[in-house]
């Protein structure tokens, strides 16, 4: 890394020797996770080249933007609205959650019987390693699960926190109560950047975030296609990166990426043989460097065709509707996009089945592996009734891990009998 | 018991030789507990009666209500605003949470990482051993966790199940959401009973309730005393019982009580000689028979003297305001009252913290120990913010535990060195 880097990381009050380290850990895991690939798309060296500088020159491109008078607003949820963020003129970037970093030391500041994700965000802030939070001006919170509800508390006291309430139903009263919390979100966010979101601003910022679901949406679509043009671990990098990159450089890639994937799939060319086990992903979200699974299921035999989760197609499946020409026009269509969010921390939440099964049709999946992360309670009791509701449409397993490397074997050995069982 | 409680268990469809089985372990169970207990209370045989007959006599007496066209609505919450169940005529009683029965059962239904409360009601519904909840001709669950929340949605395919939307926070929209939601029940309850809630008929059921709350009122405030007029265990069970008996008569019955206790407090009396140790309980509710931590923790030199607990003071200490005229105005007060709950599931919420600091001033607690179900995310957070807010005013320990009896000599252990700290 640059010495331009180290001082940025300095400046940002980051652990410079557990960084290094960090680093170091991140870099061989992706080298051996993701550049082992075969038949990789070209389209990937982009991606490749945006995680080897993902503490890095996007890390820098945040300062620029912030000594150009620019916010940062970081978040770990997909209820943030990414809209309302950039027709105020600020950044929104999703902040560290997917490594086992201090995690000791979060657990001080929250149960030990806490989801990996949350513990690693603590850990990560704790142990200074994130220079996406440091970057913050706000840290958007949501109440979507008790864990993370209540772990905002603490977590206040570490950073420039703000939570949204996200209802518990998708009743009219509980829209109102979205759409007032859309509302107090948008005077929080003029209020730190000074800017006033005007209809032109608003619309020009719904395009933006609409234009990226629709890339990934093309995405998606082309993962129908047997042989798989694309392997599940890049598809999951490229969602991922979705949550950090710049919006209008990554859906120009995007879109790049995709023709070539249609030139493959005319080709009939793809990352594994005609035929190689086809399984979907469905649950909770995989932050980076949470590739563990993914890169378990891919090297049994297996290959992903889809990620039912909030790093994937929760987060881009439902667009804005874009024909609003006021700003509470658009707003209600902004509610009315999120209130679509098929979240586990709904009751009932029924869509997310049929939208499992509806996926799993289009995507020819053979298989769907439910994955929860422990303690995660929403995705674990959700994982109970998918398993019921498939049954009989699409073989269904559950699989409940978190962020170490323990149990790989013991997973790998569950996997291949369910490759096997599908095959 | 008689032959005809076992002919109304059977037509009950309770499965009998399981509920021989539970009935004659919580006989033993609270023979050991409460029968040994020296200087007890006159006005506790009332108690030992009503317990003796909790699946007997009272529910003889919910089936003649329902012969008489009365309804019975069935709850596992606080939340559940009791004073519209009376106005419509119908009898709302607390539902089986506190027993391991079942638990096997539950475990496919619920994920195993379910805490004992949760667990324990599917259980009793799949093991068919609650006549309450096959008494119940509505229950009535909330959003008030993720466990819950969650748990309704496989339990509803078993109860004629209807939720209630507890906000999460207790800004100005969340409150008008559980206002249209207090207002969505009463429909639903007046709907179930055809009768029409008039203001004389909901005037009548805020008296109720809160006569109920100001007797039990009185019995927390005269808990102040030194020596301890009652053991805890013997206030844990008036507050469990509050939510099974009939209303006036069980008021009534408690301010008898209380009267014997005041002239306990004139006479210097107690249940436990001056400067035993007094612990107060924080945190989740224990249901009937969790009593195992009261015991331990009275067997272990200690006397409680204060429940903060939905099953203690946080469903007694806020009365509904009486002065509202109209259906309108009592159902407002009904809806501030029950926004006042400092439960866990609402961010932030700190005024538990200064209930519970502001209780152990008033009961001169010598300590404090922080109750948790496992698993229980809202209580196990809010245990950790806790400590650190009772620091340098009352010591304070943090137990985490379930329904087995494995871990009582290792709880045995942490509290008896607890008390020796406080003492």
């Known amino acids: 890394m640059s010495d331009a880097h180290r001082e940025m990381w300095e400046r940002l009050n980051l652990d410079l020797t557990a960084h290094d380290g960090l680093l170091e850990v991140l870099g061989k895991f992706y080298g051996d996770i993701y550049m082992s690939q075969d038949n990789r798309l070209k389209g990937m060296e982009y991606m490749d080249f945006v995680l080897s500088e993902v503490h890095g020159l996007r890390i820098k491109e945040l300062q620029e ?13 997909v209820f943030v609205p990414e809209e309302l963020t950039l027709a105020a003129d600020a950044v929104q970037v999703g902040l560290c959650a997917g490594a086992e970093a ?40 949501e109440t979507t699960c008790d864990g993370k509800k209540k772990a905002y508390e603490a977590f206040a006291d570490h950073a420039p926190l703000y939570v949204m309430e996200v209802p518990q ?20 966010v003029e209020k730190l950047t000074g800017v006033t979101i005007t209809a032109e601003r608003l619309r020009t910022a719904i395009k933006t975030v609409n234009d990226r679901r629709r890339a990934l949406q093309r ?35 995007i879109n790049e990426l995709c023709d070539e994937l249609e030139l493959r799939v005319q080709a009939g060319q ?6 190689t ?26 290959v992903i065709v889809g990620e039912e989760s909030c790093i994937g197609t929760r987060n881009t499946r439902d667009l804005v509707d874009e024909s609003g020409e006021t700003v509470a026009e658009m707003v209600d269509a902004l509610v009315d996009r999120y209130m679509k969010i098929d979240c586990a921390c709904f009751t009932p939440n029924t869509d997310r089945q049929d939208n499992v099964a509806s996926m799993a049709q289009t995507l020819k999946a053979d298989g769907v592996i439910n994955y929860s992360l422990m303690f995660c309670q929403p995705y674990a009791h959700e994982a109970m009734k998918l398993e019921h509701f498939l049954e009989g449409t699409v073989p269904t397993m559950s699989l409940e891990t978190d962020y170490s490397m323990e149990d790989v074997e013991q997973l790998k050995t569950r996997i291949e009998a369910f490759v096997e069982m599908v095959s």
Not at 69 to 74: A, T, Y
Not at 171 to 181: F, H, I, M, P, T
Not at 270 to 275: K, S
Request: proline share 7%; hydrophobic share 40%; charged share 20%.
């Open 102 to 141: 201090g995690s000791d030391l979060a657990e001080e500041l929250v149960p030990r019987n806490t989801c990996a994700l949350i513990k690693s965000f603590i850990g990560f802030k704790l142990a200074r390693l994130c220079p996406y939070l440091e970057s913050s001006d706000l840290v958007v919170g």
């Open 169 to 188: 139903t998708k009743s009219v009263s509980a829209r109102e109560l979205w759409r007032d919390e859309v509302l107090r979100y948008m005077a929080q």
């Open 219 to 253: 995405l998606t679509a082309l993962r129908s296609a047997d042989p798989a043009p694309i392997s599940g671990r890049d598809a999951l990098l490229i969602n991922q990166i979705s949550f950090y990159d710049d919006p209008h450089r990554f859906t120009y890639k």
């Open 270 to 275: 793809g990352v594994a043989p005609v035929g």
């Open 65 to 77: 933007a912030k000594a150009q008078g620019r916010k940062v607003v970081g978040t770990f949820c």
């Open 277 to 302: 086990p086809r399984l979907m992903l469905s649950g909770c979200p995989m932050a980076v460097p949470n590739w563990k699974l993914p890169y378990v299921i891919e090297s049994s035999g297996a």
